[in-house]
């Protein structure tokens, strides 16, 4: 199933001949001087297509720095006027919409909290009805690709058509090197449904830590993401917010130029022969896998009778225990990984146990009523 977007190309609505796609600027701004200092410097190198800035800032606690404000607005439109660089701030509230789009601000983002309430992006679309402005939807902070893709519908229905998304990674409890976890699955998710929808991934919010920007950011762009948006700081020993993600507009043009590009496709009919004859293959072993995986659940079926007819119970810990353990080693040896075997395992597992317990129970399953929620 795809999703029913209206969506204008990037190329609309900001300049894309740089490789790749930058949107740059401090976490927050904080001075009139910092704020416009950065975008001269970034400006200059060339590489970036548009000016980020926070100026509302929604904190997890009170007390920390919530933005400098409107006036940051301001501060803005003089950087805009002496950088030609195009602007974008997040908005939270309605009021945020209303003095962003007075103060002439060119693109619009909704932060990952607000996509995270229904009731926040429906106040911001409320707000932008009638507006022609382009709009980025950071991923929700928990990792619910439906709140993603309702944010983004619910602006595109206000009329908003230059509409991307950011991938800013998800917050999780288990312990790891990123501030948020990436969870691709989930970007690789929102894309297969709307491959027209443009995707800028967030690589200072998912690492938290300038060092590690240019694994995320590689792999963005090995992704097929559309572009890049990192918080870049005159002088990040000294940032306000968010100090150990931002780098300065030097860094940032290193970081960069290190970056390898590549492309969904290339024209070399050599190559495209070659890959073409590898996908053949593919297709090839594709349509074993499923015939062997048909025939085993034919196999499975036999059993889920047979345990039916001898009163046999349909889960069997130590079968299953076994295979787990000898499937995996042997896939070890065959140098897939263990975590990826085991999931194949586990889901084939599941299916089979479906199958069986539909078998067992024929005739009677639950009343469609009584799995309605109350
Ligand atoms: C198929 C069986 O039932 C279940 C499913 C299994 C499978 O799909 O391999 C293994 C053990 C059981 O939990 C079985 O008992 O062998």
């Not at 930058?22 to 970034?42: K, N, Y």
């Not at 400006?43 to 980020?52: D, M």
């Not at 709140?147 to 206000?158: D, H, M, Q, V, Y």
């Not at 299953?320 to 040896?333: C, F, N, P, Q, V």
Request: with cysteine; charged share 25%; aromatic share 4%.
């Amino acid at each position: 199933m795809k999703l029913n977007l209206n969506i204008q190309p990037l190329e609309s609505w900001i300049k894309t001949g740089k490789e790749p796609l930058l949107i740059a600027g401090p976490c927050s701004a904080e001075t009139e001087d910092q704020l416009v200092a950065t975008a001269h410097l970034l400006a200059k190198t060339g590489r970036v297509s548009a000016l980020r800035a926070g100026i509302w800032k929604p904190r997890t606690r009170p007390g920390e720095f919530e933005g400098i404000g409107s006036i940051g607005l301001e501060w803005l439109k003089r950087a805009k006027e002496e950088t030609s660089l195009p602007t974008a701030v997040e908005v939270a509230t309605a009021k945020h919409v209303e003095e962003a789009l007075k103060a002439g601000v060119d693109i619009l983002w909704v932060g990952a909290r607000s996509t995270a309430n229904p009731f926040t992006v429906q106040e911001i679309a409320d707000a932008l009805k009638g507006v022609d402005i382009p709009v980025m939807v950071k991923n929700p902070v928990n990792p619910d690709l439906t709140l993603w893709i309702g944010a983004l519908e619910r602006i595109n229905n206000a009329g908003i058509t230059k509409l991307a998304a950011i991938h800013r990674g998800f917050s999780s409890y288990e312990k790891s090197a990123f501030r948020n976890e990436p969870m691709w699955d989930l970007a690789i998710s929102l894309k297969t449904l709307a491959p027209e929808l443009p995707i800028i991934n967030d690589p200072s919010h998912i690492t938290g830590n300038r060092d590690l920007i240019p694994y995320i950011a590689q792999k963005a762009l090995d992704m097929d993401m559309q572009g890049l948006m990192i918080e870049s700081h005159i002088d990040p020993s000294i940032a306000w917010t968010d100090a150990k993600q931002q780098v300065t507009p030097a860094a940032l043009v290193e970081l960069i130029d290190n970056l390898t590009l590549r492309k969904p496709e290339v024209r070399n009919v050599e190559v495209n022969d070659k890959l073409h004859e590898l996908r053949n293959q593919i297709d090839k072993i594709d349509d074993l896998v499923i015939q062997k995986i048909a025939e085993r659940m034919q196999i499975v079926e036999k059993i889920g009778n047979y345990k039916k007819d001898n009163n046999i119970t349909i889960l069997q810990v130590s079968r299953w225990d076994e295979i787990l353990h000898k499937r995996t080693s042997y896939a070890k040896a065959l140098k897939l990984s263990t975590e990826f075997t085991e999931k194949l395992l586990e889901l084939m597992h599941s299916e089979s146990i479906r199958k069986q317990t539909e078998i067992m129970n024929a005739g009677q399953e639950v009343p469609a009523e009584k799995l309605t929620h109350a």
